[in-house]
């Protein structure tokens, strides 16, 4: 059995994680440990601690302060565990369990009370686990058998999970396709080497539901038309809300004598322009016989598509 166990001490000076295995069987032996590391916590953040600690804050503030730090320790509790499998070199679905002591900020042994922060509920969702919040709980071997189980298979290791869509007149909103890709996003155990690619229907409504919150890259594809443009200007605007980590703009189906206006254009809107994908025809052709792009052989799209992520 191996389980991951995460504290933060009184000193709030970081996190410290350790990966430890226990022999099969029930009767009691030594555990062995097999991996550990340290997280320090910045200056700013172990001053917070202290200070809620102390009871230095304004009764108004405190509260919020309180909630504000079981989040964010959750998520250095959370990256501490991710790490520790990762240097280990064990996958997040190898590990049995996560036991979190979480950040102690109130000890008071004559009320017989005492109280830790570092939402565990967070950690859970954060590192794929399942079970009912607490200091302990179990991690979901089976997250990731979605893709194994849905996906269609276009080559080998690259799996598409068309995730629907409105098929019928009343059918509803788009509410629970939004759920399910925003529960992926969030759940889903990577091991090292793979990569989530979403590819979300065009406009709005993934960003209103918050389906991409906390993407590590977001590809905004914009064609070369005002309308198209004032979306991306207002994807930009949701998507720094919502803790993306880097935004890049591609400007498709550019025919070459409208280059120059479409940049002119998007710096008057504030969109910049990472990269111009020309109009192709042999890819307008393939849209309208319903037939693929993966084996269509460009050397010069190709590399232009590389050079902008190989830049991220």
Not at 26 to 48: C, G, N, T
Not at 213 to 231: A, C
């Given at each position: ?66 909630a504000a730090l079981d989040v964010l320790l959750a998520e250095r509790f959370a990256e ?94 788009f509410c629970p396709q939004a759920a399910f890709v925003k529960a992926l996003v969030r ?126």
């Open positions: 059995m191996r389980v991951i166990g995460l504290m933060s001490g009184t000193s709030a000076d970081g996190v410290d994680a350790a990966l430890v295995e226990w022999p099969d069987g029930e009767a009691p032996k030594p555990f062995e440990l097999v991996a550990f590391r340290q997280d320090p916590f910045p200056e700013s953040l172990q001053a917070r601690i202290h200070e809620l600690a102390a009871g230095r804050l304004a009764p108004g503030k405190a509260l919020s302060e309180l501490s565990a991710i790490a520790l499998a990762a240097s280990a070199g064990i996958a997040l679905t190898e590990i049995d369990a996560i036991a979190s002591h979480g950040q102690t900020v109130a000890h008071h042994p004559e009320l017989r009370a005492t109280l830790q922060i570092g939402d565990p509920s967070l950690i859970a969702e954060r590192t794929g686990s399942t079970g009912d919040p607490g200091g302990m709980f179990l991690l979901n071997p089976r997250v990731s058998d979605i893709a194994e189980k849905f996906a269609i298979k276009r080559r080998e290791n690259v799996f598409l999970l068309p995730v629907g869509t409105i098929e019928m007149a009343g059918e509803g909103c759940r889903l155990v990577l091991d090292e080497g793979e990569t989530l690619l979403l590819d979300l229907e065009a406009g709005l409504e993934s960003f209103g539901r918050a389906a991409v919150e906390g993407l590590d890259l977001l590809l905004i594809v914009v064609e070369p038309g005002m309308r198209s443009l004032d979306t991306a200007r207002r994807i930009l605007a949701m998507a720094s809300s919502l803790g993306v980590r880097a935004i890049r703009v591609v400007a498709n189906k550019v025919r070459p004598e409208n280059l120059q206006t479409l940049r002119s254009r998007m710096r008057e809107n504030g969109v910049p322009l990472d990269l111009a994908l020309p109009y192709r025809e042999e890819f307008a052709r393939r849209d309208l016989d319903g037939a693929g792009v993966f084996d269509v052989a460009d050397p010069v799209f190709e590399e232009d598509v590389l050079r902008m992520l190989q830049a991220v």
